[in-house]
């Protein structure tokens, strides 16, 4: 007890006579309850004080899809970090690019092209990627007289966004069918791969280009209103990755905690209900093989819109 009471900075007890007993009790008491305190203070988490931890999830969904849809895997972070985490998107893909390239977040979710970005705009170091391949889809009306891309020619096509993976793959795609971006067809945004959908539904546009993860989420009743008309080759899915102000530790700690994540039943559940297939590892190669859609998006940025 001596030790303790020194370590705290109190005086350490005199031995008590018998007749003291009972102030002898009172002050063990008084340094128990100390003791206890102590213990309470140091059994908190170490990053209980520290800020919240930024997840941004780029805008492939709305904002409150968003929210829903990666709750459970911010939970599972702030359950391993023991650090709270909190969700940010962005209204629209440049924003979400622009804040990206200045540090926001300190969780990135995004798409291969814009991870090269982050990479090498702002050092972020990929952590995992979804192991289910994503693809662009070019879909129509169900009772459209289009059976084949070229049959757009002088269209308009509804696009979630210019810099979105599925749209820049599908304008290469259909530059090697002699249909040529802003010259042969026109585009129309419409803020979401929903909305993109939706104007064809509508009749407000001739086709839509759609990433197929986000055309699997579409209620049955609407993609019973469609009729796909291409498809991309596979593409790499989402991919996590940390900041460089992270430590390693941190970093290793983030990418133990999602792998954790999708070992467990919500975190199948969400596999299975997003088509993700689990978390595999992200090959650095893998990377540069967006190179040329990341310099698109460079100059997607340079344009005034």
């Not at 026109?186 to 407000?204: E, F, K, L, P, W």
Request: include cysteine; glycine fraction near 6%; aromatic fraction near 8%.
């Amino acid at each position: 007890m001596r030790s303790f009471a020194l370590w705290l900075g109190l005086p350490s007890p005199a031995p008590q006579s018998p007749a003291r007993s009972d102030g002898s009790r009172t002050q063990r008491s008084r340094l128990a309850v100390l003791f206890g305190c102590l213990l309470l203070i140091t059994a908190r988490p170490v990053f209980s004080a520290a800020p919240p931890l930024v997840f941004g999830v780029f805008p492939h969904l709305t904002a409150k899809q968003i929210v829903e849809s990666y709750r459970p895997v911010a939970d599972s972070m702030e359950k391993h970090l023991q650090r709270d985490v909190v969700i940010y998107s962005a209204r629209d893909f440049k924003t979400f690019v622009e804040r990206t390239r200045q540090g926001e977040y300190d969780i990135l979710l995004t798409a291969p092209h814009m991870a090269w970005l982050a990479r090498q705009d702002a050092g972020y170091r990929p952590l995992l990627k979804y192991a289910q391949p994503v693809s662009g889809l070019l879909v129509v009306g169900k009772d459209s007289p289009f059976k084949q891309p070229q049959a757009l020619r002088g269209r308009t096509i509804a696009i979630p966004d210019p810099f979105a993976i599925a749209v820049l793959a599908l304008h290469a795609q259909m530059a090697t069918q002699g249909l040529r971006y802003d010259i042969d067809y026109r585009t129309a945004t419409s803020g979401s791969h929903r909305n993109a959908a939706m104007q064809v539904i509508n009749g407000r546009a001739d086709g839509a280009m759609l990433g197929h993860h986000t055309y699997t989420l579409l209620p049955f009743e609407l993609r019973q209103q469609l009729r796909v008309l291409a498809t991309t080759p596979p593409l790499s899915s989402l991919m996590y990755l940390t900041h460089p102000r992270l430590r390693d530790a941190e970093a290793q700690a983030i990418r133990t905690a999602l792998l954790d994540f999708a070992s467990r039943p919500e975190g199948r559940a969400f596999m299975h209900d997003g088509g993700y297939a689990g978390f595999v590892d992200v090959d650095g190669r893998e990377l540069r093989a967006f190179h040329p859609y990341a310099m698109q998006v460079q100059d997607l940025l340079q344009t005034p819109r």
